[in-house]
T-cell receptor
């Protein structure tokens, strides 16, 4: 039972390159999220998926796209990377039902865009 | 609109002394409140949560927090700090069952002096 896994752990890109960050969960949760973490700013929501087949924008979606491939997998794509996207990216899954309301986080992907 | 403010960006205490990490929130609805801990180069781990049950919430590793509606606060405390408590702590507010309305504080870095 791995919980939430993310690949890769580290990545360096040049400006304009593209890449996809992968996230998978084995917790059977409906909701999945992508956040970015920047120094002094906490975590900011990029996109989320409340259930398989649905995705919605969060606070900072510009420059990103997502795919909810199935219940387990939620990927984040940078089509044309920019230095402003240098950050640590966290995937999370969770249950928001008024009773549990807890998120579970992956270990993160540290991305540097040169 | 909801918001969360962590009043200290950095707190330093001696090992064995009490810990107080302060968090104030603003919410139009009855919120859920959480504290997460992030150790260096790791993902976030849930410490404790408040979801309208008891106002004094006990979490893992001896931490607890008290929900005070009149003061709109959810401060995190621990009676005796341990070296392993050194980490970043995030206060989080969410409107119940709303995936897009999860707001993270900017974080408080806790340092423990030997």
């Amino acid at each position: 039972n791995a919980g939430v896994t993310q690949t890769p752990k580290f990545q360096v890109l040049k400006t304009g390159q593209s890449m996809t960050l992968q996230c998978a969960q084995d917790m059977n949760h409906n909701s999945m999220y992508w956040y970015r973490q920047d120094p002094g700013m906490g975590l900011r929501l990029i996109y989320y998926s409340a259930s398989e087949g649905t995705t919605d924008k969060g606070e900072v979606p510009n420059g990103y796209n997502v795919s909810r491939l199935n219940k387990r997998e939620f990927s984040l794509r940078l089509e044309s990377a920019a230095p402003s996207q240098t950050s640590v990216y966290f995937c999370a899954t969770g249950v928001l039902d008024g009773r549990t309301d807890t998120q579970y986080f992956g270990p993160g992907t540290r991305l540097t865009v040169l | 609109a909801q918001s969360v403010t962590q009043l200290d960006s950095h707190v330093s205490v001696s090992e064995g002394t009490p810990v107080l990490l302060r968090c104030n929130y603003s919410s139009s609805y009855s919120p859920s409140l959480f504290w997460y801990v992030q150790h260096p180069n790791k993902g976030l781990q849930l410490l404790l949560k408040y979801t309208s049950a008891a106002t004094l919430v006990k979490g893992i590793n001896g931490f607890e927090a008290e929900f005070k509606k009149s003061e709109t606060s959810f401060h995190l405390t621990k009676p005796s700090a341990h070296m392993s408590d050194a980490a970043e702590y995030f206060c989080v507010v969410s409107e119940r069952s709303s995936a897009s309305k999860i707001i993270f504080g900017s974080g408080t870095r806790l340092s423990i002096r030997p």
